[in-house]
């Protein structure tokens, strides 16, 4: 089990940048992919980047493509997601989420979907202001 903590949201106007932080505890040994969701009120959470942790591949909503970027350092158990050019359908809260290798899945489910994933740390609020 891994215990997943967020931090770096904030207020910042259209246009502006925030970087968010995820730091993981516990099994961080068994960290296999980490990936950042976001839901704004009334909304499904949606999947917006993801890392996996061997080799540092990513993946991106093509919503945020071209405009975040998440990385890793893996000695520190951390994870972040640089936001620039940030817009106002931005605005949700941002969840980090971590899923361990060898863990079971329900099929059809990946790295975009949140049933794949074991930990969800308790979410950093993004507000953009237009």
């Known amino acids: 089990q891994v215990q997943l903590v967020e931090s770096g949201g904030g207020l910042v106007q259209a246009g502006g940048s925030l970087r968010l932080s995820c730091a993981a505890s516990?099994?961080?040994?068994?960290?296999?992919?980490m990936g950042w969701f976001r839901q704004a009120p009334g909304k499904e959470r949606e999947f917006v980047a993801g890392i996996r942790r061997s080799d540092g591949s990513t993946y991106y909503a093509d919503s945020v493509k071209g405009r975040f970027t998440i990385s890793r350092d893996n000695a520190k158990n951390t994870v972040y997601l640089q936001m620039n050019s940030l817009k106002f359908e931005d605005t949700a809260v941002y969840y980090c989420?971590?899923?361990?290798?060898?863990?079971?899945?329900?099929?059809?489910?990946?790295?975009?979907?949140?049933?794949?994933?074991?930990?969800w740390g308790q979410g950093t609020q993004v507000t953009v202001s237009s």
């Open positions: 516990g099994r961080t040994f068994s960290n296999y992919f």
């Open positions: 989420a971590a899923k361990e290798s060898g863990s079971t899945y329900r099929r059809g489910s990946s790295y975009y979907t949140d049933q794949w994933y074991d930990s």
